[in-house]
């Protein structure tokens, strides 16, 4: 759920303002994204992470 805290921080700032359809590459730095801690096997401590990402339909808390 974007805006409440419940993703990482530079998914909800990256997502705020697009619009359904639209496209967007996010670039997360490490203090946006899980900064020193280590995410399963495939997320280092540190790590930038870049996304590709398209919005397909926004869903309100009623859906």
Do not use: C
């Not at 619009?19 to 996010?26: A, E, F, I």
């Amino acid at each position: 759920m974007i805006g409440t805290g419940r993703v990482i921080k530079g998914w909800d700032r990256g997502l705020m303002g697009m619009k359904v359809g639209g496209k967007r590459k996010l670039f997360v730095p490490a203090h946006l994204a899980y900064g020193e801690r280590q995410i399963g096997a495939h997320i280092a401590p540190n790590s930038n992470l870049i996304f590709e990402i398209e919005l397909l339909e926004v869903l309100t808390r009623d859906d």
